[in-house]
């Protein structure tokens, strides 16, 4: 098991910023790739970002390229997730996740890939 808690959510109005947290040990955040993912009412999972443990190389959805930034903070051995220029459309409840680095490859934003979840964080983007 590899624990992952999620923090940061809230209610914000459109145009606002937040920062979403992963905390997880060192060990896990230096092996495992983690990806962040969101699941609005009614839809789908939707994989939005993720770093990879190796070498740091990240990838975004379409939907928020240019607004998310994910990164790593050693320091306080976390994931975050930078949200600005935040849409009605982001509001969602979103999930960090680690996926075990298989055969050297990069992070995927693709669910199935990912062994472990954390329990979820409220995003709300409403005026």
């Known amino acids: 098991q590899v624990p992952l808690v999620e923090s940061g959510g809230g209610l914000v109005q459109p145009g606002g910023s937040l920062r979403l947290s992963c905390r997880a040990s060192?060990?896990?955040?230096?092996?495992?790739?983690i990806g962040w993912f969101r699941q609005a009412p009614g839809k789908e999972r939707e994989g939005i970002s993720c770093i990879s443990s190796k070498d740091g190389s990240t990838d975004y959805a379409d939907s928020v390229k240019g607004r998310f930034t994910i990164g790593r903070d050693n320091v306080e051995s976390t994931v975050y997730l930078q949200m600005n220029s935040l849409k009605p459309e982001d509001t969602a409840v979103y999930y960090c996740?680690?996926?075990?680095?298989?055969?050297?490859?990069?992070?995927?934003?693709?669910?199935?890939?990912?062994?472990?979840w954390g329990q979820g964080t409220q995003v709300s983007v409403s005026s």
């Open positions: 996740a680690a996926d075990d680095p298989r055969f050297g490859l990069p992070c995927y934003l693709r669910s199935y890939e990912y062994d472990y």
């Open positions: 060192r060990w896990a955040l230096s092996y495992y790739h």
